[in-house]
């Protein structure tokens, strides 16, 4: 193949006629049309100076010419990397730093601010959004046709950047063959075809929404509905016209909250997925319950896409991520990476051409989670049953999964304890009926100091995406600690988890 990412995904739907995305606001465009306006991104992007093995950053609103924007990087063979749009400008500037990025894609309405994070690495600056944007003025009219880039399954075709332990955000380098790899072996388990209609409400920054929502519907040759955001008005909408639907625990328990949503909407569906976080084992039993439907729930993250997946034909069982992929190596492991009997719970490891290439300039850190046989560490604990059944029963890294989203503690402790008055800060994930967890923060202020939260909650909207701020506060004396001295986490979520 010639590039294995765009001939895979994308050239097999030059000239069909068959609707690609149904937009709620009203229209379609189809395969064809798709494919045709990624080739006039290309030549715009090519424009702006943009090269083969360059980094483009992109942070706009979901719009379908986002979408064609990653088929455009594609077929040009630079690299996509998508940003959660409720990053700051602070945040923002550290990833497209340390990316190198050659273009930053904005949207125009905060064009001043991200000009001046572009313009301060050296990035090329453009907008785009659904209204337009100067990245679409450059596309339009361009050629529909642009020349593939040659490229080999192990060049890289995105970066997603993943905070860390550490609380500085690494960015996770996928090859071509991470993302076609591991979205063929999901359509087939999952049984998608051109016959399929996908409710589309998740963003496409992260893995779940782009590389296995999107890639799965482009293998299949089938449509998406292609919301904006998750609105249960318009998912309700659409439901008997679909096929299947991919969402966090959030959508569901959402849905169920939803009188109409029942056995007579569902009857068109075939499939629902949840993923990204654990979904509740009562979730699962009051979904069947009211539509007859047992949710399939599937286990992955952004440096390893897939790993584990419920079976279509088989039980798909409550409280578990099901089985290992086909084409997945999974072990539950202890410290030194040494299997453990089943049953017993470990860190849960994982090989295949799912797993990332490392971290971009962070070898120290790539060689801190990977085994020298090629097992990835993820850091979730795990169990797998004598069947084969993986369980995730926690993490072993600290993080807070807040409506699917990821919240490194540590992140947040270095601008809280940064601030006057504070002398050190624990963050913990309290539960939280519609986001799973949600963010506390405790402050111990310093000697004869005086914490101003207002003060320090300004700072903190400064510096970081609004869902990973903290929801509540707290002011104590002292942290509990151990004997070793270190903070005692478990210990602030007994207390304040309530
Ligand atoms: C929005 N807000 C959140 C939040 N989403 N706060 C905490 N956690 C979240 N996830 C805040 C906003 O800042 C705002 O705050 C308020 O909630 C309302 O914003 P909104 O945009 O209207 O929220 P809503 O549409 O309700 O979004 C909630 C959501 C959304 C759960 C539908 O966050 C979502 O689509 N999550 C999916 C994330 C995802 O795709 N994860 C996959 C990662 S990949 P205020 O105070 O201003 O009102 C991965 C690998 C794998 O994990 O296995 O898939
Ligand atoms: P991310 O870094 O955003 O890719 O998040 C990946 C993390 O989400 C994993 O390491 C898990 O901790 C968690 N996760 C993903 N899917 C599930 C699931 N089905 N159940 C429990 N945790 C999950």
Not at 346 to 359: H, I, L, P, S
Not at 424 to 438: F, K
């Amino acid at each position: 193949m010639n590039n294995p990412l765009y001939d895979t995904m994308f050239a097999p739907h030059a000239g069909k006629d068959t609707v690609f995305l149904h937009l709620p606001e009203g229209g379609v465009i189809t395969h064809d049309a798709f494919v045709r306006r990624a080739a006039q991104l290309a030549h715009a992007v090519r424009g702006m100076g943009v090269k083969a093995g360059d980094r483009v950053a992109v942070q706009v609103e979901k719009c379908p010419d986002m979408l064609a924007l990653y088929a455009a990087c594609a077929q040009m063979g630079a690299i996509f990397l998508p940003l959660n749009t409720a990053y700051t400008g602070a945040e923002l500037s550290y990833f497209v730093g340390d990316s190198g990025a050659a273009l930053l894609v904005g949207d125009p309405a905060r064009e001043d601010e991200l000009r001046t994070v572009a313009d301060a690495s050296g990035a090329v600056f453009a907008t785009l959004s659904s209204a337009g944007g100067s990245l679409s003025d450059a596309a339009d009219g361009q050629d529909e046709t642009f020349e593939t880039v040659a490229r080999d399954e192990d060049d890289l075709a995105a970066f997603l950047y993943t905070s860390g332990t550490t609380g500085r955000s690494k960015g996770a380098m996928l090859t071509q063959k991470n993302l076609i790899s591991n979205a063929a072996t999901l359509t087939e388990l999952w049984r998608f075809t051109s016959d399929d209609v996908l409710l589309h409400a998740l963003p496409i920054f992260h893995t779940h929404g782009l590389f296995v929502a999107t890639n799965v519907m482009l293998i299949a040759g089938g449509a998406m509905v292609f919301m904006p955001k998750l609105d249960v008005d318009q998912l309700i909408d659409w439901m008997p016209r679909a096929t299947a639907m991919m969402g966090v625990p959030t959508f569901y328990t959402r849905l169920l909250d939803d009188a109409r949503f029942d056995r007579d909407l569902t009857a068109n569906m075939r499939l629902f997925i949840s993923g990204s976080a654990p979904l509740l084992a009562d979730t699962h039993v009051a979904f069947e319950a009211r539509t007859g439907h047992r949710i399939l729930e599937r286990y992955g993250m952004t440096e390893t896409n897939m790993n584990t997946s419920n079976p279509y034909a088989g039980e798909r069982r409550a409280g578990t991520v099901g089985l290992p992929l086909p084409d997945v190596e999974l072990r539950v492991a202890d410290a030194d990476g040494v299997e453990l009997p089943r049953g017993e719970t470990g860190v849960v490891e994982v090989r295949g051409d799912n797993v990332f290439a490392g971290y971009w300039n962070m070898p120290e850190k790539t060689a801190e989670e990977m085994r020298e046989d090629g097992f990835f560490i993820t850091g979730d604990l795990g169990v797998q049953d004598e069947a084969g059944y993986v369980t995730i029963v926690g993490r072993g890294k600290d993080l807070i999964i807040s409506g699917g989203y990821n919240i490194y503690p540590k992140e947040l402790e270095l601008v809280l304890d940064a601030q006057d008055g504070v002398m050190e800060s624990a963050v913990v994930g309290i539960p939280h009926a519609d986001l799973g967890e949600v963010p506390l923060a405790v402050l111990v202020p310093q000697a004869g100091a005086q914490v101003d939260l207002d003060a320090v909650k300004a700072a903190v909207g400064m510096a970081l995406a609004r869902f990973k701020q903290p929801r509540e506060y707290r002011i104590v004396e002292e942290l509990p600690r151990n004997t070793m001295g270190k903070v005692q986490k478990v210990a602030l979520r007994a207390e304040y988890g309530g």
